[in-house]
């Protein structure tokens, strides 16, 4: 069973998971980094981000390469409304802005459900090519997904890395007074952080939507995916949310494959656990300061 | 994360008075609850078991008030709801074991695991136990589907029995207000005591508390075994009331429902949770004529509620009273 195929099937597996997994946590640690805000809508806006991509290739005939990241934004955009009347007064409460988050995701997810029904659809495959590289098979899909998410992410790291309003919400990020103090703008950058952060998750949800299935209930499996990954990553990491993002996807890919599915969710599950008894910051987050 | 104390200028004010009228309001509620059946006997049984769902639920929200106390959000109490519930159900359809026998077992094994679990889980503050509880309430739920052999699985458990003599749906209402009542009264035992005074301490500041010779870490133990024995309560009552469980009677929404509850009700007062219980079970069924847009409206409530109304409808009470002496005066 342990065969070189085999092995690196798991790694393409893991791989194309994780980059899934990194995308939507991204924009979970981002958020709770900067706005101190549980985001319990971020997988509504995964789901919305799913129907974006559905509505522009079926309806709208974009082609795909296209439609994805158009959804994306689009999602983003619409998600400054939510910004503006809900979450905009409930930055740095943590308790009320959590409760707020779930409110929010229950009329989002209840008003899909209506406008989109409950029944579950599929984005088509667009590309059903399959690559043989020697043993390994590789789906055509699979390839473009991945494609897709290490491009997005490399402009995310860059803009963070190099440009000025990155940098910003890096200080935000790592402590709003100072940040103030410095000139930065932050209700600005709040805007900005959570536009990019909902573009994140609703291009996971393009993608999940084009692997998987759509639902208006589709968005709690990524969510509750998302909460692993930063637990094991530590909250408000970028870099964290990354390697927890590929641990996790390789983790579930090798159980799966290994052990079958149930063992393996139990498995991520008691990872989870021990990691945070052992080191309750996250791997590489750090400590939760006593307030 | 903490649940800020927001005391109000009014509550301050009153605080010599408010004991009595404290006592009032709980006498009043006690015997509006135990009037109920009466009052709608003739119509309708409907009202009935919604009733009997707002006294069963405040069980597990009062319950949950006092870890709520203690600055700590926790997502789990649905697993440990689950506990209480299967423990019953397999007890009762399982082994034959009277059923006062069975209650019992069900909050002592939930409440041992909330031991066993308590110092791990609590090791962890803020948001990271707001996150690890929702992993925790995820995992009981695939325990509760994946170990078959035990528990039947996602088919999940039929034909729990009602205790014997509270088998009609009138008297089994009482024997819920009744450990309702019970449980209230071992909630403001806690709050009441020294430990009481701790939680407030530890809330406040844990560091404080510790320089200040609290045994802080035994204490939130201690309080979280205590939580957890008493919705293992619930748990059993629910099964019997309902005589089917499964693990879809556990997922995480009945945790949300616990702590949406203590939030929209007001953390600062153990009515919160029993405001809130009426509350958020009375609201969807007040709904009902808008079945479609029912959870939506729900979710609306919560963003308007978080936004204008902090404090939970305990404040909101409250404001009014200040508002009426004033008027008064």
Known sequence: MLSLPVLAQVVVNGVNLGAIYILMALGFTMIFGIMRIVNFAHGAFAMLGGFALYFLLMDAHVPFLLALPLGALLVGAGSLLAERFVLRHLYHNELQGMIATLGLSMVMIYLAAIVFGVSQRSVPAVYSEIFFFGPLVVPMDRLVVLGIAAVTLLLFFLFMRYTKPGLAMRVAAQDLEVAEAQGINAAAHYQAAFFIASSLAALAGGLIGQLYALSPFMGATPLMKSFIVVILGGLGSIPGAALGGLLLGMAESSLTTFFGASTAQLASFGIVMLVLVLRPQGLFGHAERDS | ?329
Request: proline share 4%; charged share 10%; net charge neutral.
């Open chain 2, 1 to 329: 994360m903490t649940a800020r104390p927001a005391m109000t200028a009014a509550a301050a004010d009153n605080r010599g008075s408010r004991f009595s009228a404290s006592h009032m309001s709980a006498v009043a509620v006690i015997v509006v609850m135990a009037a109920w059946p009466g009052a709608i006997a003739s119509s309708e049984s409907f009202l009935l078991y919604v009733g009997t769902l707002v006294v069963l639920y405040s069980v597990g929200a009062m319950s949950l008030h006092l870890v709520f106390r203690m600055g700590q959000v926790s997502f789990a109490h649905a697993a440990f709801l689950g506990i209480g519930g299967y423990t019953s159900a397999l007890l009762l359809t399982g082994s034959g074991l009277s059923w006062p026998l069975a209650f019992c077992a069900s909050g002592l094994v939930s409440g041992l695991f909330g031991l066993l679990l308590g110092p791990i889980v609590l090791r962890l503050r803020g948001v990271y136990f707001v996150l690890f509880t929702f992993i925790l309430c995820e995992f009981a739920e695939r325990v509760f589907t994946d170990w078959g052999s035990l528990t039947n699985g996602a088919g999940g458990v039929a034909g729990i029995p009602a205790p014997p003599a509270f088998s009609s749906p009138v008297s089994f209402y009482y024997l819920c207000l009744g450990v309702a009542v019970l449980c209230a009264l071992i909630c403001r035992g806690v709050l009441k005591s020294d430990v009481g005074e701790a939680i407030d301490a530890i809330r406040t500041s844990e560091s404080l508390a510790e320089s200040n010779g609290v045994p802080v870490f035994r204490i939130k133990v201690a309080i979280f075994a205590i939580s957890c024995l008493l919705v293992g309560f619930q748990g059993a009552l629910q099964a019997s009331f309902v005589h089917y469980i499964s693990p879809a009677s556990y997922t995480f929404d009945e945790s949300l429902r616990f702590v949406v509850m203590n939030v929209i009700g007001g953390m600062n007062s153990l009515w919160g949770p029993v405001l809130g219980s009426v509350f958020i079970i009375a609201l969807p069924e007040l709904l009902r004529n808008w079945v479609e847009y029912q959870w939506v409206l729900y979710g609306v409530v919560l963003v308007l509620a978080m936004r204008y109304l902090p404090g939970g409808l305990y404040e909101l009470g409250e404001r009014a009273s200040a508002l009426l002496r004033k008027g008064g005066a």
